[in-house]
Nanobody, 116 residues
């Protein structure tokens, strides 16, 4: 059974950067078909970045050019590098499988707050 633990969030000023990590337990874990989601207050959870089954990456238009998803299978970890952060990026960030490909129990997420 895979458990996901997100970390790396915090308070950052607009224009700043953060690097989130998602550490997975379990010997069967793979970084492929994994994604980063976020949920802002009063809004639905949305997928913002993904590594597909073939290793390519996809991004929501709102983060394209600013966020980069990557992973390390040896460390069972998926990363999200976030640059040029905006106040509208404020949310709780989670990792999980890509819809229709894999799904795990949601972790606790990591809070990202972008504010001056």
């Amino acid at each position: 059974q895979v458990q996901l633990v997100e970390s790396g969030g915090g308070l950052v000023q607009p224009g700043g950067s953060l690097r989130l990590s998602c550490a997975a337990s379990g010997r069967t874990f793979s970084i492929y078909a994994m994604g980063w989601y976020r949920q802002a207050p009063g809004k639905e959870r949305e997928l913002v970045a993904a590594i597909t089954s073939t290793g390519s990456t996809n991004y929501a238009d709102s983060v394209k050019g600013r966020f980069t998803i990557s992973g390390d299978n040896a460390k069972n970890t998926v990363y999200l590098q976030m640059n040029s952060l905006k106040p509208e990026d404020t949310a709780v960030y989670y990792c999980n499988g890509i819809p229709g490909r894999r799904s795990y129990a949601w972790g606790q997420g990591t809070q990202v707050t972008v504010s001056s």
